[in-house]
Nanobody, 124 residues
Framework: QVQLVESGGGLVQAGGSLRLSCLAS????????MGWFRQAPGKVREFVFA????????YYADSVKGRFTISRDNAKNTVYLRMNSLQPDDTAVYYC?????????????????WGQGTQVTVSS
């Protein structure tokens, strides 16, 4: 099994930045996808960003284009989500998720490992 632990959430003013981290431990896979999702109160869980570990290919939602970036540290088994120009609509619980062998990355139900989530609150 795989364990995922997010960190880095907090409270920021609109226009500010945060960097979220997701530390993975346990079983490793030859083809491993790690994604970020978020869920605001009363809304569905939304795809944010994903990275394919083996190829470094990245995918992102239109809502975060030009503002968020994803990166990884292979030695630390950690992925990062850098969030710039944050707006109140970005307020949500952010989750790290993972699965081996995905052929698509944007659907939350395709992932079988999840972190506990970290709260991001953006005030205006």
């Amino acid at each position: 099994q795989v364990q995922l632990v997010e960190s880095g959430g907090g409270l920021v003013q609109a226009g500010g930045s945060l960097r979220l981290s997701c530390l993975a431990s346990g079983r490793t896979f030859s083809s491993y996808v790690m994604g970020w999702f978020r869920q605001a109160p009363g809304k569905v869980r939304e795809f944010v960003f994903a990275i394919v570990w083996s190829s470094s290919s990245t995918y992102y939602a239109d809502s975060v284009k030009g503002r968020f970036t994803i990166s990884r540290d292979n030695a630390k088994n950690t992925v990062y989500l850098r969030m710039n120009s944050l707006q109140p609509d970005d307020t949500a619980v952010y989750y790290c998720a993972a699965r081996s062998g995905l052929t698509r990355v944007t659907m939350h139900y395709d992932y079988n490992y999840w972190g506990q989530g970290t709260q991001v609150t953006v005030s205006s």
